[in-house]
Each structure stands twice: as C-alpha cells, then as structure tokens.
C-alpha cells in the first residue's frame, strides 16, 4: 500500500528488539499515523532469532513487510544483519551493530559464523552502515543503553524528525529520574553521531 | 501484578490482540476468567488479571480452566477462558456436552492458533471445533477486531445462550495495532437456575438437548447471514474475488485492494447465501483460509464454485508473498519472479536456548553423561533438551505425554532395546498439567520407568507464570504449594524410590539417576532448583577462565550454557596417536551467575571466581529501552 513506510528490527531474544520497534511505532502513532507492528520471534525468549515488522502510514492492512520491501533496516546483532539483508528494498538502508553474539551451534562447532557479515552485506549492493553500538553503550557505562544507541541510529533515517523519537525514547524513562533520562539522551546522540560518522565515512 | 487504573474509554490505544480481547472482556462485565498458559494466549489472562472487579485464575489445565468458565456461566455471571489450539483438545470432553446445555450468562472461550509454528507442536485449525461442536465462530482480522467481536460474542452467546468461540491466530495474538476502547458495563448474573433437564446430561436429558442444537444451528445460521460481521466488499476488479477470514484477510485486502471480498467475521455456522453472493459477482472465486480448506469444502459441497487449497498452501501463514504469485498464476499473468532482489543469505541457525545457568542444564548434561537410555520428553523449556550438545531427549508429543510414553516403551521395548533404560521427563506445571495421571498409570501398571520431575517453581517457557507448585497465585499473592515429593509418593511411588536433588549438584544427580534406572520399578528424582528468570533465583559471584590453565579439553561446552564462548580451536595428538579437537573457552563473565555447572567437568580446574583487575562497574537497574 502507497503511504506505507516499513522499518524491520532484528536482533536475537533478549536485546530489546521488541521494545524498540515498539517505541519506534509510539512515534509514528504520535504524529498521527496508523500503525502495526508484528513480529516473528519464536521461542525467542530463549536466545533465539528476532524480527520485529513496523508498518506505518495513513492505514495499514498486512502487518507484515515483505521480501524486499523493508525501507530500512535495524540489525541489532551483525549476523542477524545479514541474515535478513534480502528483505530491504533498493536503495534502502541497512544500519548494523557490528558486534557479534556467537550462539552455541556455532561454538560447539556445528556451523561457522560468518569472517565479515558487514562487508558481505554490502556485497549485496545495499547501503549499510555498520557502528558497534555494544561498545558505545559500554563506553557509557551500561551495556543495556545499547537500546537507546541503535534507536538513536536509526533517527535520523525516519521520515520525521529525530526529536520525536528522542522523546517517545525519554518517555519511557521519565520515572527513572534525571540521571537515567540523561544517559539515555546521550546514548541516543551517540547512536546518531555513530551513523552520521560511518556516513561521512562512506561517502 | 496488581490491579492498575484501567485506560479511560475513547481511548486509542496500542494494543496486541491479547491486550484487546481483555479490555473487551473487562468491559463486557466478566465475572470469572481462567486459563493455563500457552503461546501465543498467554498474555489474555495476564492482563485480564491486571483490571479490578475480575476473579481471574491459572488453572492446572485448560480443561479445567473451561470447566470453571462453564460454571460461572451456569451461575449467570459472564466468563471467559483462553487457550493456544492445543490447549482445546484437552477441554473439548466439557465442550462437547457443554453445547448441549448452553449457557446462562455469557460464555467466550478464545482459542489461538499458532499459525506458522512459532511455538507450538504442531498447528491444527480451531475452527474445527465450532463445526464439531456446533457453537459459533467468530474470526477477528486484528486487534480492534479482536476487541469489537469479542464485545459482540457476549451478546451473541446471550441471545442463543451458546458458547462462542473466538478464534484467533499469531498474527493477531502477538500484533499490536491501535484501539479505540470503551466503558466497562457491569452485569449482574441472575444466579444459578437449577433445571437438572438441561444441566445433568444424562441420556434421557442429553436426547432431548440434541434437536435443539440443531434447531440452534439453523438460528445461528440465518444470524450469520445478517451479520454484520460478514460483509461483501464489492471491488472494481471482478476477474477474482475472496472469501477470507482473519489475518488472512488483511493480506488479501494489501494483496488485491480491488479485488471483491466476503470478509467472514462470523465463520461458522457458514453464512452460505453470502457466499453464493459473492461468488456469483465474481468469475473465480478464492477461498483464502489458515490453514485448514474448512470454508472451501463446505462451499464445494454446496455446488458452490470455489478454488482454494488447489493452489494455496495447506501449511502456514497466507502472506502476500504467498498469495500474490499464486492468484498471478491463476489469471495467467507472468508472476515476478524477480523480487526479493537478493537472495536470503545462509547463515547458521539460532535456534532458542537454555539460559545461563538454567538448573535444566544440569539435568540434560547428566542425562547425556549416561549411556543405554530412551528418554521420553514432554513440553517447556526443557524440550530443549532434545537440542545440542546433549541430545538427551527422544520423545515429545503433547501434555504430560512423557509418562504414557515411557510405561509404553517399557511395555512395548524390543528385543533391540532389553537392556534400554526407560527415563521420563517432566516439568512441574506439566506435571501437575496432565502428568500425573500417566505417573499413577505407570504405578498401577508396575512400569520400570525413571522419572525426572523438573521442578523450576514456574510456567517457564511461557513467561515463568505461577503454579500450583510455587505457592503464588496470579496475581503473584500467596496461595497453597504443593509438594511435589508427597504428591508422587500419594499417587503411588515408594518412599524408597523418590529423590529429591539439587540439580546444580552433579555428582548426586549423576548417582541417583545411574542408581534409579537400574531399579526395575517407578522412581521419582525430583530437582528442585528455580527457573533463573523468577524472583526466587538468587545469582552468585560470577566465574571466569584462567587462559594458562584451560587445556582446551571442552568438557565445560557439553554443559551447554550459552555463557561459554570458544575463544580459539586447536588439535591435539594424544599418546594413542589419535588425533582430537581442541576447543579453547572463556565465560562471559558479565552474564555468567555463578551456577557453577561447568566448575565441575572442567578437568585442568582452569574455571575460577571472577577477580576482576579494575572495580567492576555496577550495572543500574532499569538504564536502557
């Protein structure tokens, strides 16, 4: 349907995929669009693959986005980027956190984890940008802000402003207190200034 | 969870199918609700469980879970029970009688579906049951679909005191979409009517309940044929028209928006002259149904022409990218095989996980440690057990089907298998489920069976709901606990034969089952260490791996915790010449709480206490989305 942007979140059980998308689409609500978000999670509680379906515009019907037809793409876990590069459409974007989490199939040495999951998607003709998200969270002092940082990185890839996202993600901390509310502004800053960087690298 | 302040009415709200059908069911004055959890419904009592002036329940099992829907509804009041589809095979012994008696106050039982097999054991059609039970069907296509039928199914199984069956899918159980919600009405049940011809289905009564559900099915048919609920949607393109039902029908509508639409809200009793309608506009008519062609051959009996499972999918989710090439082929247009424009990437699965620490780690790597057994499995976290590195599951089919399983390849065992050793395992809730049961069957029938009880105080896999064998109630407050080593001895097991172990304790839990399965009678090891996501598990100082020490023997990986990470392989030869693989660890030391279950394979002692050279910085309670 004409109107209708599709933002596809991916990521592994437990990294707040879920939540994130959810933010993402209090976003859209608040700006006044319909919008429906789904996901294909599994047992995902339990390590396992997450992607979470955002579609949002004037009315959404299916709430499913499909094979390439994703206008952007948020990886939460490199791999997970690549395992799920066949759903954007051309010319959209793939915003990717470089950092690896191995399941135990691959260390137990039944499968091989990809040497270079980033440089394969971008063999794929895609735009990405890949940032470690995991350790600019660290670098914040909690590795849980990674949340914030990837919302953040996808900011500025929305079509509306970065600031109403910034304050659905605040929202959600307002009980937390000052502190709280405060790092997760920087986390998101972070994020945005991570993507804007690699951007600036690319071109 | 505590009763929260409900979201005023006109709200419009973000809302997963779930979250809606409680607000209905909040607002439509429901008295009693009851449920046993099951992906994807679990959520429906949940947050039924959050709204004021409900008495919502766990029950044991969702047939027991009908049966108190069913008496609340005999009292007058209205009720509600949810279940996944499996859950219904278990509660329609009461379903089936109770369409014979009816309903006083309103009954709505929702069912879901897991279309697609996102988590469930197989994936059969709910819809099934309103033909076979003859009790209304309504189908809701998202979730203000879900809240608005929901609303209506009480009126409905008022007007023709019947339960209704609301039957929903993933695709709408877990998807969130914006509601606009209402005022709670409260209903005041009449109280309970005694009329032991309608209510003691004895044959004499039972006979004379018949005819008039048949009587009620004609009723409800020419209801259905008025509804509102089914609407013919009359497009501009007439080469092809849909009869659709649910999510289903949001596909077709993004699919082919110009395409003529039969949108079946109410399914059953089939609303047959709106069919004929529909197919008469058009100059082929497809049925489009998850995921049974239940619509479709109702209608090709009818004489009705109607295309359907001949060129759709018997098995999972209609999406656009199903439908869109199917109905291309069917008008003879090229079918874009171009799209999508890359190819998915094949990369390693990841299939879900126990997580850190997980008591059930213990269990499945002692049971892999054990040669010569035929383990019979059941369902929760611990089906995960028949997963790598342990393998220690061979069986797995429905609730509490451990228990039969076992005393039957017991009885049955072959030649091949005289010296097999029997194990069965079993999760408390699903145990206390429909376990036992199979437990006092095996006891009864002298069986030579090993029993593990994993006994984690919680629903695990959907969430760690609460249970009769935690001692909380839904709402987390104190309730009766039951004890699960007088519960086995009660039923039968000898004293002797009942165990109780710590299964963080390796070399007891390896003892007691390496002793147990020797014994040719019914025993019971009951492990009884908590789920690590409930408030009763308590982390320890966390390990980590001396690098100079670890010899790379990899004992520590056949524990199975996903803290465990392989930093570097290598390959050894071992004085006999033989060639082995060296595998290299190291324990994510952040993530890791101390369970030491790989402290103790671990050969060269190379797995110690954290001692973190710098101040570890302290990770603060709710920081990121």
Redesign the interface.
């Known amino acids: 349907m004409s109107g209708t942007t599709n933002i596809l979140v991916v990521g592994i059980g437990g990294q707040g995929v879920m939540t994130a998308t959810e933010i993402l689409a209090e976003a859209a609500i608040a700006l006044g669009h319909d919008a429906k978000k789904t996901e294909v999670a599994g047992m995902a509680q339990r390590g396992g693959v997450v992607s979470s379906h955002l579609r949002f515009g004037p009315r959404v019907l299916s709430p499913q986005i499909a094979p390439g037809e994703a206008d952007v793409l948020l990886a939460f876990e490199a791999a997970e980027g690549l395992r799920w590069m066949h759903m954007l459409r051309p010319g959209a974007a793939a915003l990717v956190n470089d950092s690896r989490f191995v399941p135990p199939v691959v260390e137990l040495g039944l499968y091989d984890y990809p040497s270079d999951p980033v440089g394969q998607m971008k063999a794929g003709g895609r735009r990405v940008v890949s940032f470690d998200a995991t350790t600019i969270a660290q670098g914040l002092g909690d590795i849980r802000l990674g949340n914030t940082v990837m919302l953040g990185a996808i900011a500025d890839q929305l079509p509306f402003s970065a600031d109403v996202l910034l304050d659905c993600v605040l929202k959600r901390f307002q009980r937390k207190g000052e502190k709280v509310v405060a790092l997760n502004r920087q986390a998101f800053e972070s994020g945005r200034a991570a993507v804007g960087a690699a951007e600036a690298a690319i071109a | 969870m505590a009763a929260v302040m409900p979201a005023p009415a006109a709200s419009r709200i973000?809302m997963s199918g779930n979250e809606a059908v409680a607000r209905a069911v909040w607002e439509a004055g429901v008295k009693v609700a009851a449920a046993y959890p099951g992906?994807p419904s679990t959520e429906m009592l949940e947050v039924i469980s959050t709204y004021p002036d409900i008495y919502a329940e766990w029950s044991v099992n969702e047939k027991v879970s009908l049966e108190v829907a069913i008496g609340a509804a005999y009292a007058g009041s209205r009720a509600f029970c949810c279940m996944k589809h499996v859950g219904m095979n278990v509660a329609s012994d009461a379903l089936m009688t109770l369409t014979l008696t009816g309903v006083d106050g309103g009954l709505v039982i929702a069912i879901a579906d897991d279309v697609?097999l996102?988590?469930s054991q197989n994936e059969q059609d709910s819809r099934y049951w309103g033909r076979f039970a003859h009790v209304p069907v309504f189908e809701p296509a998202?979730s203000q679909e879900a809240y608005d039928m929901t609303l209506a199914a009480y009126v409905l199984s008022e007007k023709f005191q019947v339960p209704v069956i609301l039957r929903m899918t993933t695709?709408i159980n877990?998807?969130?979409?914006?509601v606009t919600v209402g005022e709670r009405n409260a209903h005041v049940g009449a109280g309970f009517k005694k009329d032991p011809s309608r209510y003691v289905m004895v044959p004499g009564n039972a006979g004379k309940r018949i005819p008039l559900m048949f009587k009620r099915d004609g009723e409800l048919r020419a209801e259905a044929e008025r509804s509102p609920l089914n609407v013919i949607e009359p497009g501009s393109d007439r080469r092809i028209g849909f009869i659709t039902s649910g999510?289903a029908y949001?596909?077709v509508?993004?699919?082919f928006?110009n395409a003529p639409v039969l949108k079946l809200g109410f399914s059953c009793p089939l609303p047959l002259e709106k069919c004929r309608e529909l197919a008469a506009l058009v100059d082929q008519a497809v049925v489009v149904e998850e995921v049974e062609p239940l619509v479709e051959t109702e209608l090709k009996a009818q004489g009705i022409a109607v295309i359907g499972k001949d060129i759709l999918p018997l098995q999972g989710?209609l999406?656009?990218?199903v439908l869109k090439p199917a109905i291309a082929r069917l008008l003879g247009e090229p079918v874009d095989e171009a799209?999508?424009?890359?190819?998915?990437?094949q990369?390693?699965?990841?299939?879900?996980?126990?997580?850190v620490a997980c008591p059930h780690l213990g269990v499945y790597y002692t049971l892999s440690q054990v040669r010569n057994l035929n383990i019979s499995g059941d369902i929760g976290?611990y089906t995960?057990g028949a997963g790598?590195?342990w393998q220690a599951m061979d069986t797995c089919v429905s609730m509490g089907a451990s228990m039969g399983i076992a005393l039957g390849m017991d009885k049955g065992r072959g030649e091949a298998d005289k010296d097999k050793r029997i194990v069965a395992v079993i999760g408390d809730s699903t145990f206390l489920h429909m376990g036992m049961q199979g437990l006092l069957d095996m006891v009864y029938n002298k069986a030579n069976v090993t029993v593990l009880l994993l006994d984690n105080r919680a629903v695990g896999?959907t969430?760690g709901q609460d249970n009769p064998g935690n001692g909380r109630d839904i709402h987390g407050e104190e309730a009766p606990r039951i004890d699960f080593v007088k519960l086995v001895k009660a039923l039968g097991v000898k004293e002797e034969r009942v165990h109780k172990v710590n299964p963080y304790e390796l070399p007891t839990l390896f003892k007691t089952i390496r002793d147990e399965v020797k014994v040719p009678d019914v025993s019971v090891i009951v492990t009884d260490q908590p789920c690590v996501l409930i408030k009763d598990y308590h982390k320890l100082k966390p390990y980590e791996v001396l690098d100079d020490k670890c010899t790379g023997c990899g004992n520590c990986?056949d524990v199975?915790c996903?803290a465990?990470?392989?930093t570097r392989?290598g390959k050894e030869v071992k004085g006999s010449g033989r060639e082995v693989?060296l595998?290299f660890v190291r324990i994510e030391s952040?993530v890791c709480t101390g369970c030491g279950l790989c402290v103790q394979p671990c050969a060269p002692d190379a797995i110690q206490h954290y001692a973190p050279v710098s101040p570890i910085?302290l990770?603060?309670k709710?920081?990121?989305?």
């Open positions: 973000l992906t697609g996102s988590s998202d695709r877990h998807v969130k979409a914006l999510p949001m596909h509508k993004e699919s928006p989710e999406a656009p990218p799209a999508p424009a890359i190819r998915p990437a990369i390693f699965p990841r299939p879900p996980t126990m997580c976290c995960l790598h590195p896999m969430g990986l199975g996903p465990i990470h392989v392989r693989d595998s952040s910085t990770v603060k709710g920081c990121s989305a």
